[in-house]
């Protein structure tokens, strides 16, 4: 598989808290938490004792759960993570890097990321010790060979469609949602640009701009990091859908014309609402759709994936990939998905005063 590290950026927008956006988290008070828990489990398999499961309104557990059960299938040595904190809005019990960025405004804000040039840059100047984070070192050797980075950013999508218009690029998203609300999001992104007196195009060339004005913080880090790796030769993959599209965009308009593959889902993929291929296609994006065959499960979690709620996110994509090509079954994939969702519900339920755990069903005693 060669030497990958996954680096997950995290952070928060007050744009998921329109009603309708998102479904990254049960409700817009849980949402906030969304990005803490899934760093997390991630790194440890189960949120800190105050933290709660993500899942969505519908019921489906946080992508984070697949990310953590490809690390636990290839061994988690053999797939190191870092965290960047690019705007967390709740404290994390997983060891973050900071890159100076604040909680995101709502895009609809005149400014809703102010700070977004020290972002960029600061993350910018992250990717050198990225690199050499990797397990190479631990053995002697030179570092990563590759990283692979992913994001977890409720209302992600639409601070995506944000700066899409406003470089002037394809305005088309995904959504944690299985019905995609894209019109709803255009209206948002249209009240946004107006609010900041930007026209759609009117960043073009001026990545900085984009994010200041119709981003969030995670797409500064995800592009400074992109950035960064370019100047260090550092190869990079990003694992997500159109909220890394966006990123490579920016990173386009920085000036950055190096291969830049997108390893996604076939969820996203096929989602016609968001045409991801066209716009990896007029990014120049190298574009590769992993599907490990949730319809062929029988547990909830795969079934709800299956129909479309949590498409990508936490490197959902990137991660079934290395997977695949690791030559990881998909049918063990989706076992060990299963088995970590049950093992965090499992952790949440409440118990009776025995300590175990109530169940439904069955022969009263």
Do not use: W
Not at 64 to 88: K, M, N, Q, Y
Not at 146 to 170: F, H, N
Not at 303 to 327: D, F, I, P, Q, S
């Amino acid at each position: 598989m060669g030497d990958v590290t996954l680096v997950v950026v995290a952070g928060t927008t007050e744009t998921a808290a329109i009603d309708g956006i998102s479904a990254a988290g049960a409700d817009p008070d849980l949402r906030v938490h969304t990005p803490s828990a899934d760093l997390e489990i991630v790194a440890s398999g189960r949120p800190a004792p105050g933290s709660p499961v993500p899942v969505s309104p519908g019921g489906c557990p946080t992508p984070a759960v697949v990310t953590r059960a490809v690390r636990e299938l290839l061994g988690t040595e053999s797939l190191p993570a870092e965290f960047v904190d690019a705007g967390l809005g709740a404290p994390t019990a997983a060891a973050t890097r900071g890159v100076g960025a604040a909680p995101g405004g709502d895009v609809r804000d005149p400014e809703p990321v102010p700070g977004a040039a020290t972002v960029f840059e600061r993350a910018r100047s992250l990717a050198p010790d990225l690199a050499a984070s990797g397990s190479g070192d631990d053995a002697g050797g030179e570092g990563t060979t590759e990283l692979l980075v992913a994001e977890t950013i409720p209302g992600g999508t639409t601070t995506a469609l944000g700066v899409l218009t406003a470089l002037g690029e394809r305005a088309a998203v995904s959504s944690s949602l299985p019905a995609n609300p894209i019109e709803r999001k255009r209206r948002v992104v249209a009240e946004g640009l107006d609010a900041s007196g930007l026209d759609p195009g009117g960043a073009a060339g001026d990545p900085i701009e984009a994010v200041r004005l119709a981003g969030d913080p995670v797409l500064a880090a995800v592009a400074g990091l992109l950035v960064g790796c370019a100047d260090e030769e550092v190869d990079i993959t990003l694992a997500g859908g159109t909220q890394l599209a966006a990123a490579a965009a920016l990173a386009r308009h920085a000036g950055v014309d190096r291969r830049l593959p997108l390893a996604t889902t076939s969820l996203v993929a096929d989602d016609p609402t968001a045409d991801l291929p066209a716009l990896a296609a007029d990014l120049d994006l190298t574009l590769a759709a992993a599907d490990p065959g949730f319809a062929e499960g029988d547990h909830p979690a795969l079934a709800a994936y299956a129909r479309g709620e949590a498409k990508e996110g936490v490197g959902m994509g990137g991660t079934l990939a290395l997977a695949e090509r690791a030559g990881v079954a998909d049918d063990a994939v989706r076992d060990r998905i299963a088995a970590v969702t049950d093992r965090l519900l499992a952790e949440r339920a409440p118990r009776d005063p025995d300590g175990s755990t109530p169940t439904s069903g069955g022969d009263p005693p």
